[in-house]
């Protein structure tokens, strides 16, 4: 089993800056990936950023130059540093882990970008 919680959603204006954080414990070993996915209202969650088990790391391009994903050690937290906030980037956004098989979901933290 995986456990993540994530913390750091606010209501914020637009540009700027906003750092969400993402804690994980239970079974750390073999966990082959972890990322960031969000869901605005009325849509489907989407992807928005993955670092995988050799420290790679993966941005999609609706959020490409402007966010940056980031864990140092696999017991350590991971971020979503948010710069240059838009309004579409309202949402709820969720940590995930991936292994052995398995999806792991965080119960998600509230983002709303509005001026």
């Known amino acids: 089993q995986v456990q993540l919680v994530e913390s750091g959603g606010a209501l914020v204006q637009p540009g700027g800056s906003l750092r969400l954080s993402c804690t994980i414990s239970?079974?750390?070993?073999?966990?082959?990936?972890t990322g960031w996915h969000r869901q605005a209202p009325g849509k489907e969650r989407e992807p928005v950023a993955i670092?995988?088990?050799?420290?790679?790391?993966h941005h999609w391009d609706s959020v490409m130059a402007r966010f940056t994903i980031s864990r140092v050690g696999a017991k350590r937290p991971m971020y979503l540093q948010m710069n240059n906030r838009k309004v579409e980037d309202t949402a709820v956004y969720y940590c995930?882990?991936?292994?052995?098989?398995?999806?792991?979901w965080g119960q998600g933290t509230q983002v709303t970008v509005s001026s």
């Open positions: 995930a882990s991936i292994r052995a098989g398995q999806t792991y």
């Open positions: 239970g079974s750390l070993v073999d966990i082959r990936a």
């Open positions: 670092v995988l088990k050799d420290g790679n790391t």
